[in-house]
C-alpha cells in the first residue's frame, strides 16, 4: 500500500478525487496499525500445537513468562539450549488426565529476576511462538515455576506493545483463530 509521500496527483486530475484517495490510504494505514483490544485473562495456542494455555495480560510485567518444569540445558552446535515440559490443564474430554508439552529452544539470554522478598533467582529466556487475538506472535518468555501462581503464562509489555491494549473489564475476547503465515 502507497504511503502519503507516494501519491501524487496531477492538475488533470480533479482535486477531490487526489483528496479522497489521500484519505482511503491514511484510513487504512492507520486501521493496520491499531493494536487489537483483548481482556486482561485471554487464551493463547502455542506452536507448535496448537495447545491452549490460559495467559494473564499484565501491562506490569516487562518480559512474559510461563510455567515449565524439568528445565534441562544442554548444548548444541556451540550454543546454550533449553529442554522443558510446560504442564497442561486438563484436555476438553474432561479427563483427569494432566498432559504436558516438551519443548527444546535455544537460550536467548539468563536474566536475574526478583520477587517481592527480593530473592533473586535465575531464569533462562527462550523465543515461543503462540497465537492470540488471531494473530501468530513471537515473543521473548522466561522460563518459571508457576505452578503456585493461577495461570500458567503471563503476557508483559515485550509482547503486548504495537499489538494489544489491554481492557482490564474483559475477558476471553479472543479469536480463537490464527492467520496462517501472519507474525506480528
Known amino acids: 500500500m502507497p504511503n502519503r509521500a507516494e501519491i501524487r496527483c496531477s492538475t488533470k486530475e480533479p482535486a477531490i478525487l487526489c ?4 484519505l482511503l490510504v491514511t484510513s487504512a494505514q492507520a486501521v493496520a496499525n491499531t493494536p487489537l483490544t483483548l481482556g486482561w485473562l485471554e487464551w493463547a495456542w502455542l506452536q507448535p500445537g496448537p495447545v491452549k494455555i490460559k495467559a494473564k495480560l499484565d501491562t506490569g510485567a516487562k518480559t512474559s513468562s510461563i510455567y515449565a518444569v524439568d528445565i534441562e540445558s544442554f548444548e548444541r552446535d556451540g550454543a546454550l539450549w533449553v529442554r522443558f515440559r510446560i504442564p497442561l490443564a486438563k484436555r476438553h474430554n ?11 529452544r535455544l537460550v536467548e539470554r539468563e536474566t536475574r529476576i526478583k520477587d517481592h522478598k527480593d ?23 522466561t522460563l518459571a515455576d508457576r505452578g503456585r501462581f493461577n495461570y500458567p ?14 481492557d482490564p473489564a474483559r475477558i476471553f475476547t479472543a479469536s480463537r483463530s490464527c492467520k496462517s503465515a501472519t507474525r506480528h
Open 119 to 141: 530473592t533473586s533467582r535465575r531464569r533462562y529466556v527462550v523465543m515461543l511462538d503462540m497465537c492470540i487475538g488471531g494473530h501468530n506472535i513471537r515473543t521473548p518468555v
Open 19 to 22: 483528496v479522497l484517495l489521500l
Open 94 to 104: 474432561k479427563s483427569s488426565d494432566v498432559g504436558h508439552m516438551v519443548l527444546e
Open 153 to 166: 503464562m503471563l503476557l508483559g509489555r515485550l509482547a503486548l506493545q504495537g499489538r494489544v491494549v489491554v
